[in-house]
């Protein structure tokens, strides 16, 4: 089992940047594909960005790519989302999961570990 720790999150004006951190506990990302997901008031959760579990593949959501990098450090103990651009519908809690077992990497249901997200709020 591992326990997912997101934090980085804040108030921040449109074209700013912000990076969250996931940080893994119990064990390492090792074998284990991560996803950032996030979710705004009134809405489902969505995918934002992943990571395979060799950690040689991203995968993003149209909404995030060329805004968004995802990365994991060399320990494989914490992930990285780049947050850059920033606009006022980027606001949402941003949660990361994570699961070895994940074949889909944008299905939140293929995740058994969830962090308790960090709020993101981007004022326009």
């Known amino acids: 089992q591992v326990l997912l720790v997101e934090s980085g999150g804040g108030l921040v004006q449109a074209g700013d940047s912000l990076r969250l951190f996931c940080a893994a506990s119990?064990?390492?990302?090792?074998?284990?594909?991560v996803g950032w997901f996030r979710q705004a008031p009134g809405k489902e959760r969505e995918f934002v960005a992943g990571?395979?579990?060799?950690?040689?593949?991203?995968t993003y959501a149209d909404s995030a790519k060329g805004r968004f990098t995802m990365s994991r450090n060399g320990a494989k103990t914490t992930v990285y989302l780049q947050m850059n651009s920033l606009k006022s519908e980027d606001t949402a809690v941003y949660y990361c999961?994570?699961?070895?077992?994940?074949?889909?990497?944008?299905?939140?249901?293929?995740?058994?570990?969830w962090g308790q997200g960090t709020q993101v709020t981007v004022s326009s």
């Open positions: 119990g064990r390492t990302f090792s074998n284990y594909a």
């Open positions: 990571i395979s579990r060799n950690g040689w593949t991203t």
């Open positions: 999961a994570a699961d070895p077992t994940v074949t889909t990497m944008g299905v939140p249901q293929e995740y058994r570990y």
